[in-house]
């Protein structure tokens, strides 16, 4: 009886320890659960953590750069020095580009502001076409330019159009073309003037009444290079005509040109007490330091890189003060609020192109005639 008591008790003790070891090892299990949030550390969760600090970065770049940043290698992030890097030959490349062929503005033409009918006479001596077959839209046309005192052409058809600049071989400086028009429409009228050597200098701009976009669509297809609506914009107009055309070929007096384009010389002569000497030798730094900017700026824009629209934007408004353009430096005060209000920056592509264009082909002119 005692052997069978001292037997039941070792399995009692046995079981025992089996449920005290049991429970040890679930409490510590427990333990370790708790602790796993607080002390984790895996690579799996870092990753996690660090991307999503890559997708902030990345889209920092997007706001600050360009609408897409894009990897420079496979599996490989690209650094903001790396991007810019890559922008900058891009816009290298392009600026190569861009002197070879003549350029393309898809979008609707901006207008600049407070354009009076008698500023077209900047254009003066330029050869123009009209291709329109209303007689009402010739006249508007032919009354809004008739201040470049310059004969101007008309043709009231395609075949017309096509007649004058390859059979009489006529040059122009810039041709005007409706779509929609008898016995041959702008459209085939552009494809065949562009199918010639000798024509692909010559800017085409579509002015039309047709606003759905196919038409203006298969008209850039031709080789047109911008285009205009019906009801004619005068400023639009000139804002096309400041980026297609030059004034090298007008006898526009220079004071005229000033008056144009809002410079003041004699202001820093009389006001400030500049003289003449100095004038001359800070527009020739300026032209030396800022006629890329030309090119530049809008390429910027265009990559959204506006930092470096900015920087130059501050460093041509000190400038533009000493040389008289005031004009020009109201101009860039309004660009650099649309730049910090982000508020219709895409349109100042176009508008500080035309117009700084303008006035370093005046200053040129006015150092040559010194």
């Not at 409490?27 to 659960?33: D, E, P």
């Not at 890097?85 to 580009?97: A, D, G, M, W």
Request: net charge negative; charged share 30%; with cysteine.
């Amino acid at each position: 009886m005692g052997t069978e008591i001292s037997v039941i008790g070792e399995y009692a003790l046995y079981a025992l320890y089996i449920l005290l070891v049991s429970v040890i090892g679930i409490f510590i299990y427990i333990l370790q659960k708790k602790q796993l949030p607080i002390d984790i550390s895996d690579k799996e969760t870092k990753d996690k953590n660090y991307k999503v600090d890559d997708d902030l970065l990345h889209r920092h770049h997007k706001h600050i750069v360009k609408n897409e940043v894009k990897p420079l290698h496979k599996d490989k992030v690209a650094t903001r020095e790396e991007f810019k890097s890559e922008v900058k030959n891009k816009q290298n490349i392009s600026l190569q580009s861009s002197t070879n062929c003549l350029a393309i503005y898809k979008n609707d033409m901006p207008s600049i502001d407070d354009v009076k009918p008698h500023y077209f006479e900047y254009f003066k001596g330029q050869k123009l076409l009209i291709v329109e077959d209303n007689k009402i839209n010739q006249k508007i046309l032919l009354n809004v330019l008739k201040n470049i005192n310059t004969p101007i052409d008309v043709a009231n058809n395609g075949q017309e159009a096509l007649d004058k600049v390859l059979n009489e071989k006529r040059q122009y400086d810039m041709i005007l073309m409706d779509i929609s028009m008898p016995v041959m429409d702008g459209i085939n009228a552009t494809t065949e003037i562009r199918k010639n050597i000798g024509c692909e200098h010559i800017p085409i701009v579509t002015v039309t009444a047709f606003t759905s976009g196919l038409e203006i669509g298969q008209m850039f297809e031709a080789g047109a290079n911008a285009f205009l609506t019906k009801p004619l914009d005068i400023h639009k107009l000139f804002t096309v005509m400041l980026l297609f055309l030059d004034n090298n070929k007008s006898d526009l007096k220079l004071e005229e040109e000033f008056a144009i384009l809002g410079i003041n010389l004699q202001e820093l002569e009389q006001t400030m007490h500049v003289e003449i000497n100095d004038i001359k030798e800070t527009i020739e730094e300026f032209l030396s330091k800022f006629s890329s900017l030309e090119e530049k700026i809008p390429l910027w824009i265009e990559n959204h890189d506006f930092i470096e629209v900015q920087r130059a934007l501050d460093e041509l408004d000190m400038i533009l003060d000493l040389i008289g353009a005031k004009k020009m430096q109201i101009f860039i005060e309004d660009m650099k609020n649309a730049l910090n209000k982000a508020d219709g920056i895409e349109d100042y592509k176009v508008l500080f192109k035309a117009q700084y264009k303008a006035l370093l082909n005046t200053y040129r002119k006015y150092l040559n005639s010194i």
